[in-house]
């Protein structure tokens, strides 16, 4: 019900009993100013009354914060560059990826190549052996001498030829 009667405190203790158990008036030692520890201050509550309390410790001041560098030239250019140079091996890779078949058949149209190189290395040499033992030594080819004599260092030099 919202008028009912407040109850009333207890009335001050008479009894000696009494008094230990519900005391009126708190009596503490006092401290001296030198005694409080470390991290305990006196402050004063909203009530106005003045005791100690534990406080926080100041906040050391943040140090100063350095100016910003500017960021230097080759920073900026590579980064820059970076997509670029990413983008260029991303088109790299994509184009090998179409160009792998063909890239695969050059290599065995290069390999088909150099054996046909190999062989002709081989081979020429053979058939010339073969077609000069077929006509013999001497048949059908022509056999030129050249004679030249000079006297001294700076003399004028003469020689014959003669063909066979």
């Known amino acids: 019900m919202p008028y009912e009667p407040t109850l009333q405190s207890p009335t001050p203790a008479t009894r000696h009993e009494d008094r230990t158990l519900y005391p009126t ?4 030692p006092a401290m001296l100013p030198t005694e409080i520890p470390p991290g305990v201050d006196w402050v004063t509550l909203p009530s106005g009354v003045r005791t100690l309390a534990y406080t926080q410790p100041a906040i050391p001041p943040a140090p100063a914060v350095a100016a ?3 960021i230097p030239a080759w920073a900026k250019t590579t980064a820059l560059l970076t997509p670029t140079i990413g983008g ?7 184009g090998l ?3 792998a078949p063909g890239l695969i058949a050059m290599s065995q149209a290069l390999w ?3 054996a046909l190189i190999a ?3 081989i081979g020429v040499p053979v058939l010339l052996r073969l077609g000069r033992a077929a006509t013999g030594t001497g048949r059908g080819t022509t056999h030129i001498t ?5 006297s001294g260092m700076f003399g004028k030099a003469n020689g014959t030829i ?3």
């Open 25 to 28: 008036t708190i009596q503490q």
């Open 97 to 99: 990826s179409y160009a």
């Open 162 to 164: 003669n063909s066979r």
């Open 146 to 150: 050249q004679n030249i004599t000079a």
């Open 88 to 94: 260029g091996i991303a088109a790299a890779g994509i």
């Open 119 to 121: 062989a002709a290395a």
């Open 112 to 114: 088909s190549a150099v």
């Open 68 to 70: 910003a560098q500017p």
